[in-house]
């Protein structure tokens, strides 16, 4: 076993993110993750029990990643507005980029059996965490005045989650990125009209 096991750890972390989003779940096998990210097969199964642990792992990393994206364009928002155009700006940066496959979320949602307890635990806990973390800055929005005292800012964030995952899987299905210029303005409605849960 390598010395390092924490950079080993992270070589195959950082490898398995990049095969599962270039090539998806199925097509990427234990070995090739192994061969890609030099280590012995020993390390990897010392680190992770199975590639179910691994995928986990990985979700969470990617999970983390994109809720780190939306806050910092929250926090580098001079308002309401100016947020939601950064927000959708990183988007249409991605799709406009090199290798574009999609929401890594979605993605590895897609390719994995829900009827799994543990996955079903492992993306309830993501989409926990993205509803907790996107309703603290709508919160924050709310409190500076950017958005209606009478929004009901928990039904926002699951509207605005919904929208945001329906054009990555609109784009799936199309190719169409004219989805993603949709959020530019379902964004904002979403946010004017978010005033009560009616």
């Known amino acids: 076993m390598e010395k390092n096991t924490r950079g080993a750890r992270e070589r195959i972390i950082k490898k398995a993110m990049e095969l599962f989003y270039v090539q998806g779940l199925g097509n990427t096998g234990i070995n090739q993750i192994i061969d890609e990210s030099s280590v012995a097969k020993t390390t990897l199964y010392h680190h992770f029990s199975?590639?179910?642990?691994?995928?986990?792992e990985t979700?969470?990393?990617?999970?983390?990643?994109?809720?780190?994206?939306?806050?910092?364009?929250?926090?580098?928002?001079?308002?309401?507005?100016?947020?939601?155009?950064?927000?959708?700006?990183?988007?249409?940066?991605?799709?406009?980029?090199?290798?574009?496959?999609?929401?890594?979320?979605?993605?590895?949602?897609?390719?994995v059996p829900m009827s799994s307890e543990k996955f079903r635990n492992a993306f309830a806990g993501v989409m926990r965490d993205w509803q907790d973390r996107i309703s603290a800055i709508f919160n924050s929005m709310r409190e500076q005045g950017h958005l209606d005292?009478?929004?009901?800012?928990?039904?926002?964030?699951?509207?605005?989650?919904?929208?945001?995952?329906?054009?990555?899987?609109?784009?799936?299905?199309?190719?169409?990125?004219?989805?993603?210029?949709?959020?530019?303005?379902?964004?904002?409605?979403?946010?004017?009209?978010?005033?009560?849960?009616?």
């Open 50 to 56: 199975s590639k179910d642990d691994l995928i986990i």
């Open 149 to 198: 005292r009478g929004t009901d800012v928990l039904m926002l964030t699951r509207r605005i989650m919904q929208v945001y995952e329906g054009a990555f899987t609109m784009w799936r299905i199309t190719g169409d990125t004219g989805y993603f210029d949709d959020l530019s303005i379902l964004f904002p409605l979403l946010c004017k009209q978010g005033a009560t849960d009616e």
């Open 59 to 111: 979700l969470t990393r990617y999970s983390d990643f994109l809720i780190g994206r939306i806050e910092t364009a929250a926090q580098e928002a001079s308002d309401l507005d100016n947020f939601l155009d950064r927000w959708v700006s990183q988007v249409r940066r991605d799709a406009a980029g090199g290798f574009f496959n999609g929401c890594p979320v979605a993605g590895a949602a897609f390719g």
